[in-house]
């Protein structure tokens, strides 16, 4: 069973950092591509980022374009997402996902439980 445990969520301030990491237990990781989704309190859960299973194509939510980076280490079985002058709207829970490359949360089978970002002023 495929398993992904995202890490480095918390608190971050308007304007600064954080980086999200999700570690995908599976020898085949490699063939997955990545997705990062998040949902704030209220709202439906969103797409934000997308990586091909070799890190050669990205794609990225408007609202975070130029902002956030997501990256892939297969060696490591673990996708990154970098976020950049976090905004508090930025504020929501995030989910990592594998599966078929797209902005469609449809086409990914497994995901992780979440973890918490929360941006203050």
């Known amino acids: 069973q495929v398993q992904l445990v ?10 600064g950092s954080l980086s999200l990491s999700c ?3 599976r020898r085949t990781f490699g063939g997955y591509s990545m997705g990062w989704f998040r949902q704030a309190p209220g709202k439906e859960r969103e797409f934000v980022a997308a990586i ?3 890190g050669g194509d990205t794609e990225y939510a408007d609202f975070v374009k ?3 980076a997501i990256s892939r280490d297969n060696a490591k079985n673990t996708v990154y997402l970098q976020m950049n ?6 504020t929501a829970v995030y989910y990592c996902a594998g599966g078929t490359y797209g902005r469609a949360s449809s086409g990914y089978t497994h995901w992780g439980q979440g973890t918490q970002v929360t941006v203050s002023s």
């Open 6 to 15: 995202e890490s480095g969520g918390g608190f971050g301030q308007a304007g």
């Open 85 to 90: 002058s976090l905004k508090l709207e930025d």
């Open 66 to 68: 130029g902002r956030f």
């Open 23 to 25: 570690s995908v237990s």
């Open 52 to 54: 091909s299973w070799n």
